[in-house]
């Protein structure tokens, strides 16, 4: 009887010298940091540069736009479902003379575009720079336009408007944004493209207007 109990009690010592055994490399196991700290360089994504507008495809689709450009104005063409008088809500614009290059004394420069159809409403965004020496951009934007469009429309425009008196003779960067609503329209991450184009003294050239 009592060679019993002296063999039950050294099991209890054993599990129990066993249990703190356990829970001591599990603590272990808990305290070590799996994942050693990287420095910040290692893990930052590369700087991205949004796609170009400026030159298109035929047929590709730009981004959410179907086709996107550059004009002296736009007028509104009334599409209709096949019955005479009958007309659909979303009217279909057209560009009036396209272009990149633009004379100084112009109001305004539009930017006309047709967009993939939409489920929800968008706001399309633009803001636009003066690039200087080696493509250096003008600190603040020289103006800035918004647009929302419904989610059953799939046409729109965004107005450039001339700065002051003239624009300035030279090259212009604009950053084209997409956002739902109730998202920042200029936040980085929203950018989508950019178009650029020329200011000259007079009228365009004829021939340098590609688009």
């Not at 689709?61 to 005479?84: C, N």
């Not at 934007?141 to 929302?148: A, V």
């Not at 998202?183 to 021939?207: C, D, K, L, W, Y």
């Amino acid at each position: 009887m009592i060679e019993t109990r002296s063999i039950g009690k050294q099991l209890l010592v054993n599990l129990f010298a066993g249990l703190i055994v356990v829970i001591c490399i599990c603590q272990e196991v808990e305290a070590r940091d799996l994942f050693a700290p990287k420095e910040q360089a290692a893990t930052e994504a590369d700087p991205t540069e949004s796609p170009s507008f400026d030159e298109q495809k035929n047929g590709v689709p730009q981004s959410l736009f179907a086709w996107i450009k550059m004009a002296k104005g736009y007028e509104v063409e009334w599409d209709t479902f096949g019955r005479k008088g009958w007309y659909t809500q979303d009217p279909r614009l057209k560009p009036i003379e396209p272009g990149s290059v633009f004379p100084r004394d112009i109001p305004a420069i539009y930017i006309v575009f047709e967009s993939a159809p939409l489920e929800d409403p968008a706001q399309f965004s633009a803001q636009w720079f003066q690039e200087g020496e080696k493509g250096a951009l003008s600190s603040v934007p020289l103006g800035k336009d918004t647009l929302e469009v419904p989610g059953h429309e799939r046409y729109g425009f965004l107005e450039l408007k001339k700065p002051g008196d003239a624009w300035d003779i030279g090259t212009y960067l604009v950053k084209l944004f997409i956002t739902p609503l109730g998202q920042q329209s200029f936040h980085a991450g929203n950018q989508v493209g950019t178009m650029r184009f020329t200011i000259v003294e007079g009228a365009a050239p004829a021939g340098v207007n590609p688009h």
